[in-house]
């Protein structure tokens, strides 16, 4: 009996549901496989409901974006072809090469409205030095499908392109940017998800050496993804989501499946190898590791949830996705894993690799990622350095993890815009030239007008005002202004061309204010309700809605977190240190991140070209996505050292078990989350790159620097005081960390007198 025998103890809920599917093996079976059929044929049913065009919009871009979508404008997709003289003055037959671009896309019977230059009638731009040339035209039929008709264009452009190999001719547009970045996502997806499982495989195959313990945590992962993404395409009618969101949910998925899993797996074939019957082996598990689990489910379903705060449509799609895959992956794992275990038994570590390697080479196969309790040679040399010297230990680590940190305070966020895709794509170098060429049309912005009547003289009068008040402040380029209206005419829109590099550029900025500041409210603001949209406003909005939530999204994490650790395990100064630790960890990854993106020190190693910025929804979707998973280790260690703290161990000593017989696992889940993420660091698009990368160095950098040396050396030098807590928190409940008090089939730990520390020896 514990110390604190005399206090009332709480169930444990993960003792309970894991015993029952361990006793009722093939009820606990079917009900999964019936929960995954029946949500994922439900799933396919109602189809996912992808968000509307304004979901993604904040401020009065979503405003203005909500208004335009219920306008009833033609849904058009329009397309540009550039054709440019490479030298400093264009050809004598410049003017015939954009004839034949207009013959050639006219003669594929998809397109309309073809303008050139040289038009008698609304022609079409043409540079200040004559060099380059614009086409323009729209694709027939629905702007959001026309990329799955637009090849028959792309085609009959290069054929021009081939036959004027002096200039360049290429074509770039919603419709053909939508095709090429769709064929790259999709290219990039497969090959990750087709390297991300056998990677995984591969690794859980080096920890177990054993076939089945390799399958089963894949298994139970991918299952729960599957169910995971059947229960998103019910729940997304009533919260949309980015498509990008079963990505995520895929990777996210993979990661704390396997984890989760592997916890559980872990200890309970140390139960059995220390000698305890099946069924006892699999209470002890279920009791700790479960538990473990079910506190580190919980914790990083809170930190998620942390993205419904922002009010930002892909964010709240990304928690929506997220907590459903690791709430389905946690029921997965204290459900059917303890079933499964049930009905296999010791055949999860029939040796079959160990078996094949032995007969091949005659030597046993040393299982370095961690197979064996203690963790391996490198974990324990370590852990005894560290503990030799804990304050040189915290003083080194901390001081690495802060000189990564520094970096991060040079954080600059932006929108990557057409150099989001790396590599070498026509459509993006033709996107580049037209911005260089024409650089008013870097940053177009969009003057949304509503009102009765738009086109009424009264506010056309005000429109004039506008065009010549927005000239005169030097911000707007006079050689880009135009007006539309809707078939209503309720519904105006005024265009024009910004100077500045585009988003996230002060020059285009400090315009966008002057335009709502200045321009519009004396003019066109005095008849109609208007709005600024366009890419620039667009980014202003998003990271003025940002920086106004990621105060109440960071304390809403950490808050919640830290009540999740002080209840779980009674403790203040534990869990005060377990948010410190994290936030030490997420700091250095932001550091990376700006080392590696910003300043474009990896540039040659992960083949991409530095935009100077990060993705503007990159670092709160880390800082939520990495705190939630790095609880993962930190609860699982914490566990087993509370759990041997419970049992008599003095603190030093119990650091010391729980490290060591928690190194193997640790490692182990860290090799599988850091390769399944670097696998996101190939893909050609910067933001899934900067995403990957950003994961796979933070888990790196959690699993060994912190968990490794700064978590072991700052309990050491604590001590006694690593269990305090407050006599006014008396009344939290006392959780269980072990199998309980009755366990009377030789514990590797005996139990302790109230009050006293027992050494015990741990092999």
């Given at each position: 009996m514990s110390r604190e025998q005399g206090m009332a103890r709480r169930r444990n809920i993960a003792a309970a549901v894991g015993g029952w599917s361990a006793r009722h093996r093939w009820s606990a079976l079917l009900i999964w496989v019936g929960f995954v059929v029946v949500a994922t044929l439900?799933?396919?049913?109602?189809?996912?409901?992808?968000?509307?065009?304004?979901?993604?919009?904040?401020?009065?871009?979503?405003?203005?974006?909500?208004?335009?979508?219920?306008?009833?404008?033609?849904?058009?997709?329009?397309?540009?072809?550039?054709?440019?003289?490479?030298?400093?003055?264009?050809?004598?037959?410049?003017?015939?090469?954009?004839?034949?671009?207009?013959?050639?896309?006219?003669?594929?019977?998809?397109?309309?409205?073809?303008?050139?230059?040289?038009?008698?009638?609304?022609?079409?731009?043409?540079?200040?030095?004559?060099?380059?040339?614009?086409?323009?035209?729209?694709?027939?039929?629905?702007?959001?499908?026309?990329?799955?008709?637009?090849?028959?264009?792309?085609?009959?452009?290069?054929?021009?392109?081939?036959?004027?190999?002096?200039?360049?001719?290429?074509?770039?547009?919603?419709?053909?940017?939508?095709?090429?970045?769709?064929?790259?996502?999709?290219?990039?997806?497969?090959?990750?998800?087709?390297?991300?499982?056998?990677?995984?495989?591969?690794?859980?195959?080096?920890?177990?050496?054993?076939?089945?313990?390799?399958?089963?945590?894949?298994?139970?992962?991918?299952?729960?993804?599957?169910?995971?993404?059947?229960?998103?395409?019910?729940?997304?009618?009533?919260?949309?989501?980015?498509?990008?969101?079963?990505?995520?949910?895929?990777?996210?998925?993979?990661?704390?499946?396997?984890?989760?899993?592997?916890?559980?797996?872990?200890?309970?074939?140390?139960?059995?190898?220390?000698?305890?019957?099946?069924?006892?082996?699999?209470?002890?598990?279920?009791?700790?590791?479960?538990?473990?689990?079910?506190?580190?489910?919980?914790?990083?379903?809170?930190?998620?949830?942390?993205?419904?705060?922002?009010g930002n449509g892909i964010f709240m799609g990304f928690a929506q996705g997220t907590i459903l895959v690791v709430l389905v992956a946690m029921i997965g794992s204290m459900t059917v894993l303890p079933a499964i275990l049930s009905l296999i038994g010791d055949k999860i570590d029939a040796r079959v690799v160990h078996g094949t390697v032995r007969r091949l080479t005659g030597r046993t196969w040393r299982r370095i990622l961690g197979g064996r309790e203690g963790g391996g040679r490198a974990w324990n040399a370590v852990l005894t350095a560290v503990l030799r010297r804990p304050v040189v230990s915290v003083l080194l680590a901390a001081g690495l993890l802060i000189g990564l940190a520094i970096p991060a305070f040079d954080l600059r966020t932006g929108e990557p815009g057409t150099s989001d895709v790396q590599g070498d794509h026509p459509v993006v170098e033709t996107s580049r030239r037209i911005k260089n060429a024409f650089p008013g049309n870097k940053a177009p912005a969009t003057i949304v007008l509503k009102a009765d009547d738009v086109t009424a003289p009264y506010v056309l009068k005000e429109v004039r005002r506008l065009r010549e008040l927005a000239i005169g402040t030097g911000e707007v380029d006079p050689a880009f202004f135009g007006v539309s209206a809707n078939p209503d005419r309720t519904v105006g829109i005024i265009r024009l061309g910004l100077k500045g590099a585009g988003p996230s550029d002060e020059v285009s900025e400090h315009a966008v204010r002057t335009l709502r500041e200045r321009v519009v409210p004396p003019t066109v603001g005095l008849v109609a309700e208007t709005y600024v949209y366009g890419s620039v406003a667009g980014v202003m909005d998003f990271n003025a809605q940002l920086g106004r939530s990621v105060p109440l999204v960071f304390t809403f994490v950490l808050l919640l977190a830290f009540v999740l650790l002080l209840a779980s395990f009674r403790s203040l100064v534990v869990a005060v240190t377990a948010i410190v630790l994290n936030l030490l960890s997420v700091a250095a990854a932001y550091g990376v991140l700006v080392m590696v993106f910003q300043y474009g020190w990896g540039e040659n190693l992960l083949n991409f070209e530095s935009t100077g910025s990060i993705v503007s929804w990159l670092p709160l979707f880390l800082f939520v996505i990495l705190f939630g998973l790095s609880m993962d280790y930190h609860v699982f260690i914490l566990s087993r050292i509370r759990e041997a703290y419970d049992r008599g161990m003095p603190t030093e000593q119990a650091v010391t078990h729980g490290?060591?017989?928690?190194?193997?696992?640790?490692?182990?889940?860290?090799?599988?989350?850091?390769?399944?993420?670097?696998?996101?660091?190939?893909?050609?698009?910067?933001?899934?790159?900067?995403?990957?990368?950003?994961?796979?160095?933070?888990?790196?950098?959690?699993?060994?620097?912190?968990?490794?040396?700064?978590?072991?050396?700052?309990?050491?030098?604590?001590?006694?005081?690593?269990?305090?807590?407050?006599?006014?928190?008396?009344?939290?409940?006392?959780?269980?960390?072990?199998?309980?008090?009755?366990?009377?089939?030789?514990?590797?730990?005996?139990?302790?007198?109230?009050?006293?520390?027992?050494?015990?020896?741990?092999?």
């Open positions: 439900a799933g396919n049913a109602v189809g996912t409901r992808g968000m509307e065009p304004w979901e993604d919009d904040n401020g009065q871009s979503r405003k203005a974006a909500m208004v335009l979508d219920a306008a009833g404008f033609p849904d058009v997709a329009g397309e540009t072809v550039l054709v440019q003289a490479g030298g400093p003055t264009a050809p004598a037959d410049f003017r015939a090469v954009t004839e034949d671009v207009k013959e050639a896309v006219l003669a594929t019977g998809l397109v309309e409205k073809v303008r050139t230059p040289y038009d008698a009638q609304e022609p079409s731009p043409i540079s200040r030095d004559r060099r380059s040339a614009l086409v323009t035209f729209d694709m027939k039929g629905e702007g959001k499908t026309a990329k799955e008709r637009v090849q028959p264009v792309i085609d009959a452009v290069a054929g021009v392109q081939r036959a004027h190999p002096s200039l360049w001719v290429g074509q770039a547009g919603r419709a053909s940017s939508g095709l090429m970045v769709g064929e790259v996502l999709d290219d990039d997806l497969i090959r990750a998800e087709l390297l991300s499982i056998p990677l995984t495989f591969g690794i859980l195959l080096a920890a177990f050496g054993a076939l089945l313990a390799a399958v089963v945590p894949l298994v139970v992962a991918f299952t729960a993804y599957l169910g995971s993404i059947g229960l998103l395409a019910l729940t997304s009618h009533l919260l949309h989501v980015d498509s990008a969101t079963t990505n995520l949910m895929l990777l996210i998925g993979l990661a704390v499946g396997v984890d989760y899993s592997l916890f559980y797996i872990r200890r309970e074939r140390e139960e059995r190898a220390s000698g305890r019957g099946r069924e006892r082996a699999l209470e002890i598990a279920a009791a700790t590791s479960g538990r473990a689990v079910l506190i580190s489910g919980v914790t990083v379903i809170v930190a998620m949830a942390g993205m419904f705060l922002t490290i060591r017989t928690t190194a193997g696992v640790v490692s182990s889940a860290a090799f599988i989350m850091v390769g399944v993420f670097a696998i996101f660091g190939t893909m050609s698009m910067l933001s899934f790159k900067e995403m990957g990368i950003g994961l796979a160095a933070a888990i790196l950098i959690d699993a060994t620097i912190v968990r490794a040396v700064l978590l072991p050396a700052t309990m050491k030098l604590l001590g006694e005081a690593n269990w305090y807590l407050p006599r006014w928190l008396g009344w939290l409940p006392v959780l269980e960390h072990g199998a309980g008090d009755d366990d009377d089939e030789g514990p590797d730990e005996p139990d302790a007198v109230p009050g006293e520390r027992v050494p015990v020896a741990v092999g």
